[in-house]
């Protein structure tokens, strides 16, 4: 059983909105640092925005500031991706990551921060 299943991904036109999410199944991650990553053809995987489960704290690559907003639901473990004005630059696979150590995000960003990870979700933006 995959501890982080992502769903939401999708093919949409350049402005358009997709809403992503991340759900922890026989894990509980409410007082971790959990994230999204994304890796586009021919490209480095990058961290695109993280959060602490346990609070408010947010973290976002410049990149996406102001346009990706993530978010989080205890009740239902899981950790969304709210993504707005998309472009042709944000096609890539999508990951989710999860920290099982408690405590907030370092920043969040980077991939060393995390011990888990999702089968990932294809995201396709077009011109």
């Known amino acids: 059983q995959e501890p982080l299943v992502e769903s939401g991904g999708g093919s949409v036109q350049a402005g358009g909105s997709l809403t992503l999410s991340c759900a922890a199944s026989?894990?509980?991650?409410?007082?971790?640092?959990m994230g999204w990553f994304r890796r586009a053809l021919g490209k480095e995987r990058e961290g695109v925005a993280s959060?602490?489960?346990?609070?408010?704290?947010?973290y976002y690559a410049d990149a996406v500031k102001g346009r990706f907003t993530i978010s989080h639901d205890n009740s239902k473990n899981t950790v969304y991706l709210r993504m707005n004005s998309l472009k042709p630059e944000d096609t890539a696979m999508y990951y989710c990551?999860?920290?099982?150590?408690?405590?907030?995000?370092?920043?969040?960003?980077?991939?060393?921060?995390?011990?888990?990870w999702g089968q990932g979700t294809q995201v396709t933006v077009s011109s």
């Open positions: 959060i602490y489960t346990g609070g408010r704290s947010t």
């Open positions: 026989g894990y509980t991650f409410n007082r971790n640092c």
């Open positions: 990551a999860a920290d099982s150590s408690f405590g907030d995000c370092y920043s969040g960003l980077l991939p060393d921060e995390y011990n888990y």
